[in-house]
């Protein structure tokens, strides 16, 4: 019984760091929002929305991608990607992918998250809290300023 335990014991030992270092692997820097007012009087059917950007980091050994995020301040968030083709165009995109080592800035012209239905003017000074879902490392939550 001893030696099963320790056996356990040391398994456990051995997995939880490889295991703990993939949770931490993904980091998210500098998160912002664009400032948006609610348009009560626009077009029927039309929602107001924002843009969202953050740094992604992966300082892990594996791919990773950003799959899905979500934000309290809108009914839904997509991930979008700003492709210049005779005129700027925004499009959904599956999603990000992240190298091992690598790092992606989601930044005006370039990938964002579009914060769709929004449920509150955003303005300057506040926050939103945005949960973005990874592949592999999960759901991490941050808080990002409204500029």
Known sequence: MRRSLALVLTGLLLVAPAALAQDFAIRLEKPWVRRAPLMPDARPGAESTAA???TLVNRGSE???LVAASADAAARVELHQTRNMSGMMME???KVDLAPGGR?????????????????ALTPGQTVTLTLQFERAGRLTTRAEVR
Do not use: N, T
């Open 63 to 65: 791919r990773d991608a």
């Open 104 to 120: 992606v800035e989601l930044k005006p012209g370039s990938y964002h998250l579009m914060l769709i239905g929004l449920r509150r």
């Open 52 to 54: 969202g950007y953050v």
């Open 92 to 94: 959904p995109v599956e």
